[in-house]
């Protein structure tokens, strides 16, 4: 099997379409290509993907509060999955909002979502609420998970 060249690098604005597609293909609630364009160039935006040559394989988009970041969205296309780049991604991720000097960064998952729950419990988030009735289509409960960062 051949060895993908894989890189983690932010978003540009022609990546836009690609997060979309993956938007439409993932989400009960996809954003829009214009709110991504939007989001993209607002200052208080974080957008990071995964790209083999041209072609976007994953993407995550946070929202910084300072102190805190919300991480609104993890995805990498199925094709792609179970090769560390949902890892890569979050270890960005982090290295930013230490950067940046925030204290937690914060997202919600399904419940069901198990290997989802698992993979930022190994990124030392934690559960710390649940929200009722969270998402729709189908209807299902969130865990509120937090990773308090440590910027001494």
């Keep these: ?78 094709d792609y999955r179970n090769m560390g780049i949902a890892t890569n991604i979050i270890n960005k991720i982090i290295q930013y909002s230490q950067k940046m000097n925030l204290e937690i960064l914060t997202l919600e998952v399904r419940e069901s979502n198990i290997k989802a729950v698992n993979l930022y419990k190994k990124h030392d988030f934690e559960c710390v609420g649940i929200r009722k009735n969270f998402y729709t289509n189908p209807t299902e409960n969130a865990y509120i998970m937090t990773r308090f960062l440590n910027n001494n």
């Design 1 to 78: 099997m051949q060895k993908l060249d894989i890189r983690i690098c932010p978003v540009a604005e022609s990546d836009i379409s690609q997060i979309a597609k993956l938007e439409n293909m993932y989400f009960s609630e996809p954003w829009s290509e214009i709110s991504l364009k939007k989001s993209l160039n607002k200052e208080n935006y974080c957008f990071v993907c995964a790209k083999t040559g041209l072609k976007v394989v994953a993407y995550a988009s946070m929202y910084v509060v300072k102190p805190e970041g919300y991480i609104c969205n993890i995805v990498v296309h199925e």
